[in-house]
């Protein structure tokens, strides 16, 4: 059974930081593309941030700067580090990985950004 779990999540203020932890299981990590997609009330869950199987990244535009995404593969877990952060970042915060034939979601953590 594949899992993931997400933490780190939290209430900060704007300018403050944050570091999301993900561990996955049931799957060669190593062999996956894992991401991070947030979703806000009323919004579209949308991509943040994935990291490759050969540990090439890629960013929404507007984190860019401000969000690093890693992975540590002997952990079998992916970080999103999140510095800057803005009221706008508020949203639940969803780890992913695609398999061959589904999609697979951890059941997220918030991030709350107060002005």
């Known amino acids: 059974q594949v899992q993931l779990v997400e933490s780190g999540g939290g209430l900060v203020q704007s300018g403050g930081s944050l570091r999301l932890s993900c561990v996955a299981s049931g799957i060669m990590f190593s062999a996956y593309t894992m991401g991070w997609y947030r979703q806000a009330p009323g919004n579209e869950r949308e991509l943040v941030a994935e990291?490759?199987?050969?540990?090439?990244?890629n960013y929404a535009d507007y984190v860019k700067g401000r969000f690093t995404i890693s992975r540590d593969n002997a952990k079998n877990s992916v970080y999103l580090q999140m510095n800057s952060l803005k009221p706008d970042d508020t949203a639940g915060y969803y780890c992913?990985?695609?398999?061959?034939?589904?999609?697979?979601w951890g059941q997220g953590t918030q991030v709350t950004v107060s002005s």
């Open positions: 990291s490759t199987s050969r540990e090439s990244t």
């Open positions: 992913h990985v695609r398999l061959a034939l589904r999609d697979v």
